[in-house]
Each structure stands twice: as C-alpha cells, then as structure tokens.
C-alpha cells in the first residue's frame, strides 16, 4: 500500500523567506503527484499537478519537483506571503488498477507571519 | 477543470441519526470520489463511484455505513448511516477529469456527531 510522508509537519517563517516542503512516498509507480492548499474548515485547491513522466512543474511563486526514482517531491515556495498560510497536502496518484485515486500525506502546516 | 458544490455545508446531528450528503459537478465526469478527514488527519478515501457501476468502497468502509448513489455523470450522494461521534469529520467529494487525471475537490460537509 502507498505511504505518503511530508516533512515538516509545521513550519512558521517570516514574509519574504523561500520555502522548500517535502513529500515522500514508498512505491514509484505512481501514474500523477498533485500539491494542495487546504486553508481552514475549507476544501482543497488543487496547486500543482506532475505527471509521472515529467519532472517539475510551475504556477507563479511556486515550483514543484519529482525525482520519481527515490520516490520524493519538493513544493517550492518563493517570496513566501502571509497569504500563503494554510495547510500543503501532496496527494500521489495510483497506476495500478484504481486509476485516479489519490493517495494523501498528513500534510504542512505553513504560518507566514508579517 | 470542474466546479463541485455539496449539500450541506456543515450539519450537526444526533447519535443514531443518518444524513445524506449530497455533490453536484458542473459537467460530465465519470470517476467521482468520496473521502473522509478526521479531526487533524489527513484524506482517507471512503469510496469511488463511478456511473453505471456499483461503488467500490476501501478497507474499512462498508455499503450499510455509507451508501453511495451515482444516478447520473454529475451528481453522486454519500449517506452516513447509524452516526456515533466517531463519525464527526469532513466529508468531500473530488472528480478526476481529462487523461491527466488531475483531482478537483467540493468544499467539503463539516458534520458533528453528538
């Protein structure tokens, strides 16, 4: 079964700082990878998605990777702002026969403070 | 991309009781998903529902407890049945659209079971 971990659990940084968020998984084959923002008691905004064959991709201040191999992608965030406090879920998407279900991490719990 | 609205937003109910929630897509989508996140927890998927076909529930999640409909390709309900408080969480819905398979979710059901 796919296990997904993301590193750290929480961080708290001031504006301006770049920030780097990690996700794990345990097995490669994965068909997608998708980062989410969860702000909350609100439902998830789909930030980023990475096709297995493909190895980063970018929207505004944001930059994710997948190194599928050692099964890992980092979310990037530049110039970070107060309004990027929420919650970052990487979610990773199943090959196999269930095609499209998502497994989740526990997620980043990101507080930018002015 | 999709547009996903739930019914209710939030509801507060008593132990024994049952309650339907109920997603609406703004277009056609095959593959919907129901997933559920305890208080301070990550995503669990409950089940997929796919049109035409009998929902096919994770370990865990059996059809008396929560009974999925998927009459047509944009609307799907999840009831949960027989509540006790350990059913007090968030509730989404999420479709998967086009070859990318890129997961957009509603913006959830708060239910409180007491």
């Known amino acids: 079964k796919q296990e997904v971990t993301q590193i750290p659990a929480a961080l708290s940084v001031p504006e301006g700082e770049n920030l780097v968020l990690n996700c794990s998984f345990t097995d490669s084959a994965i068909y997608n990878l998708q980062w989410f923002r969860q702000d909350p008691g609100k439902g998830l905004t789909s930030l980023l998605l990475i096709q297995s064959s493909q190895r980063e991709q970018t929207s505004g201040r944001l930059n994710a990777s997948l190194d599928k191999s050692s099964g890992r992608s980092t979310l990037y965030i530049a110039a970070s702002q107060p309004g990027d406090s929420a919650t970052y879920l990487c979610a990773v998407g199943d090959r196999g026969s269930t095609l499209g279900r998502l497994y989740f991490g526990r997620g980043t719990q990101l507080t930018v403070w002015p | 991309s999709a547009v996903i609205s739930q019914k209710p937003s939030r509801d507060i109910c008593q132990r024994g009781t049952s309650l339907t929630i109920q997603c609406q897509v703004d277009?056609?989508?095959?593959?919907m998903f129901w997933y559920r996140q305890q208080p301070g927890q990550s995503l669990t998927l409950i089940a997929t529902?796919?049109?035409?076909?009998?929902?096919?529930?994770e370990s865990g999640f059996v059809i008396d407890k929560f009974p999925i409909s998927r009459p047509n390709l944009t609307f799907s309900t999840l009831t949960v049945s027989n509540m006790s408080p350990e059913d007090s969480s968030i509730y989404l819905c999420?479709?998967?659209?086009?070859?990318?398979?890129?997961?957009?979710f509603g913006p959830g059901t708060r239910l409180t079971v007491t």
């Open positions: 277009s056609q989508v095959t593959m």
């Open positions: 999420s479709v998967t659209t086009g070859i990318t398979y890129e997961q957009y």
């Open positions: 529902a796919n049109q035409g076909s009998e929902a096919t529930y």
